[in-house]
């Protein structure tokens, strides 16, 4: 996004984009535009721009390209703290000298900012071992609806003075303040990591679902592909991924002597079940499968995403009642935390996308919901593109309202009306 | 305070509890005039033990009908004064609902009421090889919809995290009355993470009545190794070198010389009584690797000048180490009348100077400091040793504990890493944050807790101002 003098979200602008050099011009910016009512559309690495609704009100965009600092590092405390515009790829490389990362997975991670994964709460194939962003946030700054930076949470790993306001800005989509500045807490790299690939046919699915659930091995990632998403795949290079009706993907991390013994355990169990044709990539090799798996949340091709939250056990039963829907349809789910999501190319008409998302709704439990991460913007006012309203929904409003009464970031765009 | 109808409010709440659900002799009101915070008491006008989410919504109506201060507590076993009736007002005391509601193993999940205690759930789960992380000292006694509010911590969160990152969703009786769900059983629901923001409001934003936890499984194997250390500076040396060499323990707990006196008087481990510090130090996890880690442990240790270093080389060996650990603060009774005990956090790499610290300070003020506390974490629990019929030396120890946790802040901590702000460390807050900070916090209280009625002068330091602390005209017209 950084050359750009204007952007277009969901058709909607130009909105000229802003680039602060410091944080008191972000104030300045949001205090402005109190004064003139215009909106701030906050923007990270511009690789999720289209999630949610278009926005509702005239106004400017404001990236933080140039606030992409180190602040402080302190290695041997596992904590960093920088600012929001920091590049993920940037962050990780500058962790990896110290032996050390931020465990979540991210897509496009050259592109996307820190303060954008944040907002957008992004998690990947790694969340079942290592939880997602909300556990790793200690402290926040963020430029608030009158200007102001504040802060909440510190820089410390263990830390319950004040309210958590870091929970509430992660997952906010850009709608409460500009972060501006985050403090994490860091894990080590594992000495050893490996992904066991595992094919299956619709019928043993849930069965190997199941073992894995059970088994003695603590896997960190627990990844569902169908044969639609490993062909994609199998086109970029070094993948060869075994072509099957389903392939699940277990992944494991930890000092070496701990690895190999989960996968000997791994197999162990599985023999017992007949499972046949198991491969495991071991070291650096399982990396580019990790980011490829990650990268198809935005695969350029799909016209049509939508993600859908169900009780675990349910995903197996849940992907093979959607493999009937459609035979274009590609997915992937992180089964270990049922959270599916599905992928349509083109040809695809508004009737259609209807009709499906209301039969996928009646799929899902009550507990659960569906978001359309993206479709063409025509489509927005027709679809659920934040799922079916909840009974905490009235409250999220009142979060909006009080703490943006003027409706200056982000508005129209998030859940509610939000 | 009587409406016009004549009713007061003790009838309306006893229509909704009953007689055996309510509380108001003063006699019985002495259990509730403070938690383990005992410096500050004051006794609520009225306790009320509702059963049901129903009833807990009723009695906070009540109190919004007879604008009385209402607030709730759990086991009491907190130790910031957070369940202090600052007021007066109704206490809704939640032991009473302590149903374990839903076990889901396949979906990895709990259903409680807030009154269900901490250990009840793990053992519980026992038989299906899960429990529940969170594990503060007080599991024996203190309850999930405690720890929801504090978001507690234990000896685990270096590894495991806290209460937040296990609770999934709650049913929560807000201060208007009105019952709503946050989050639930399923990750990754649309929108704010409201169930994020309320764990450890420390009951400002209103009363969970259910509350879905996370169950994790157990452990399959453990190494436990005790190292003991000639001074302090070499066994925090050695905690920033474990998870340097890139090992997450289970737990890394630190004993200092005074605990480990009182702690050996009272359980007979064999702690050498002339060392400077002892280290617990714990692995868990798969059994496979397990020996790699416990060895590279023992090797750092070797290297940052430990005496020895023990491992525990059975299950009850284990256990009792466990235990001189968990009791420690019991143990502290061995040493003196009555302890006060802080909850600073440092950075990891800032323990040695902390410690210092707070040596210095023990020996300004003439006050005696023990250390027990979760090293890995940062988390200090200084002991602070006295005798509370010297007002004196009571004087003494607020002054020492307010230096040390002045300290904290110095070196870029906080004040509390798991009890809380309560009442007795509100006067830090604007330490810790400026106004605006401060100011941003209230408007968030504001959205659940528009009134301030519900848990009043509590965690922010201008909170509550449109409360007016109960009278002793208001208390006669109760």
């Not at chain 1, 690789?47 to 041997?76: K, Q």
């Not at chain 1, 990896?96 to 990362?101: D, K, P, T, V």
């Not at chain 2, 070499?234 to 890394?252: F, H, Q």
Request: proline share 6%; with cysteine; charged share 20%.
């Amino acid at each position: 996004m950084a050359d750009q003098a204007s952007v277009l979200i969901d058709d909607f602008g130009p909105l000229a984009m802003h680039r602060p050099r410091s944080v008191a011009e972000i104030g300045n910016l949001v205090r402005q535009a109190a004064v003139e009512n215009r909106a701030i559309y906050p923007i990270g690495g511009g690789t999720m721009l289209d999630r949610g609704l278009p926005p509702s009100h005239p106004g400017l965009a404001v990236t933080l390209d140039h606030l992409s600092e180190v602040i402080d590092y302190p290695t041997r405390d596992m904590t960093i703290t920088v600012q929001a515009g920091i590049t993920i790829d940037q962050l990780q490389n500058t962790l990896q000298r110290e032996n050390q990362r931020l465990p979540i997975d991210v897509p496009r991670a050259c592109s996307a900012t820190l303060g954008g994964i944040l907002a957008c709460n992004i998690s990947g194939p790694r969340r079942y071992g290592f939880g997602t962003l909300r556990d790793y946030v200690i402290g926040i700054s963020v430029v608030n609806d009158r200007g102001q930076e504040i802060k909440a949470g510190g820089r410390v790993v263990k830390n319950v003075a004040g309210y958590d306001l870091c929970k509430l800005f992660v997952g906010s989509l850009g709608t409460l303040g500009i972060i501006t500045q985050v403090t994490l807490k860091l894990r080590p790299m594992p000495e050893e990591r490996a992904l066991v690939l595992l094919p299956s046919d619709s019928e043993t699915l849930p069965k190997l679902l199941n073992l894995l659930h059970g088994s003695r091995t603590c896997p960190v990632c627990i990844d569902l592909l169908n044969e639609g998403f490993v062909r994609h795949l199998n086109h970029q290079p070094k993948m060869q991924l075994p072509e099957a009706a389903w392939l699940i993907l277990v992944g494991y991390e930890d000092n070496r002597d701990n690895v190999s013994w989960q996968i000997q355990q791994l197999t162990k169990e599985l023999a017992a079940e007949n499972a046949r044709g198991l491969d495991a990539r071991i070291g650096i090799t399982s990396q580019p499968i990790y980011q490829a798996m990650g990268d198809l949340a935005l695969r350029p091709e799909s016209s049509l995403i939508f993600k859908a939250n169900l009780p675990a056990g349910g995903t197996a039963d849940f992907c093979r009642q959607l493999s009937g829907l459609r035979i274009d349809l590609a997915m992937q789910a992180h089964a270990g935390n049922g959270i599916v999501t599905g992928h349509l190319e083109h040809d695809l008409n508004l009737e259609t996308a209807r009709d499906l998302v209301q039969m996928i709704h009646a799929w899902i439990p009550p507990s659960g919901n569906l978001v359309i991460h993206r479709c063409p913007v025509a489509w927005k006012k027709h679809l659920p593109i934040w799922g079916k309203s909840r009974n905490d929904g009235g409250l999220m409003r009142r979060v909006k309202h009080t703490l943006d009464p003027q409706g200056i970031f982000n508005p129209g765009r998030f859940v509610e009306g939000i | 305070m009587s409406t016009s109808t004549g009713h007061s409010l003790i009838d309306r709440l006893r229509s909704i509890v009953g007689h055996a659900g309510l509380l108001n002799s003063p006699s019985d009101l002495l259990v509730y005039e403070c938690d383990g915070f005992t410096i500050e008491k004051n006794k609520p006008d009225v306790v009320v033990f509702p059963t049901s989410t129903d009833d807990i919504a009723r009695i906070v109506q009540a109190c919004n009908e007879f604008q009385v201060p209402f607030l709730p507590r759990g086991a009491g076993t907190s130790l910031a004064g957070g369940c202090l009736p600052v007021g007066g007002g109704v206490m809704i005391a939640l032991t009473r609902m302590k149903r374990i509601l839903e076990v889901n193993i396949r979906d990895r999940y709990a259903v409680v009421e807030p009154g269900v205690v901490n250990l009840w759930l793990s053992n519980h789960l026992k038989p299906f090889g899960f429990h529940f992380a969170p594990d503060p000292s007080s599991q024996g006694a203190c309850t999930i919809g405690g720890n929801t509010a504090t978001n507690s911590g234990g000896p685990h969160t270096l590894k495991y995290g806290v209460t937040v990152n296990h609770v999934l969703g709650l049913e929560f009786v807000l201060p208007d009355g009105r019952v709503v769900q946050t989050g639930g059983p399923v990750e990754d629901n649309p929108g704010y993470d409201l169930t994020g923001v309320i764990v450890g409001s420390e009951g400002t934003f209103g009363i969970a009545s259910k509350i879905w936890v996370r169950i994790s499984r157990n452990p399959e194997a453990y190494r436990t190794l005790l190292g003991i250390f000639e001074t302090v500076d070499d066994a925090t040396n050695t905690i920033s070198d474990i998870i340097g060499a890139g090992i997450i323990p289970g737990a890394l707990e630190m004993l200092d010389r005074l605990i480990l006196q009182a702690v050996e008087a009272a359980f007979h481990f064999g702690f050498p009584l002339d060392a400077g510090a002892a280290l617990i130090m714990e692995v868990d996890g798969l059994d496979a690797g397990l020996d790699t880690d416990a060895e590279r442990i023992a090797a750092i240790a070797i290297r940052n000048n430990a005496r020895e270093v023990r491992r525990a080389k059975s299950e009850a060996d284990r256990a009792l180490l466990w235990k001189c650990r968990k009791q420690a603060f019991g143990a502290v009774g061995r040493l003196a009348p009555s302890y006060c005990t802080q909850d600073g956090v440092v950075p990891r790499t800032r323990l040695p100077h902390i410690l210092r610290v707070i040596q210095k300070i023990s020996d300004k003020y003439q006050v005696r400091v023990a250390n027990v506390f979760h090293a890995g974490d940062g988390n200090i629990h200084p002991i602070l040793l006295f005798d509370e019929r010297d007002p004196g030396q009571v004087k003494r120890v607020l002054q020492a504990g307010h230096d040390i946790l002045d300290e904290c802040i110095a070196c870029g901590g906080s004040v509390t890493g798991e009890h809380g702000i309560g009442v007795e460390k509100i006067n830090f807050m604007p330490k810790l944050f400026n106004p605006e900070d401060l100011a941003m916090m209230q408007r968030l209280r504001s959205v659940f807790n528009p009134d301030g009625r519900c848990s009043p002068l509590k965690m922010l330091p201008t909170a509550g101002a449109c409360i007016e602390p109960s009278k002793a005209g208001r208390r006669a017209s109760l």
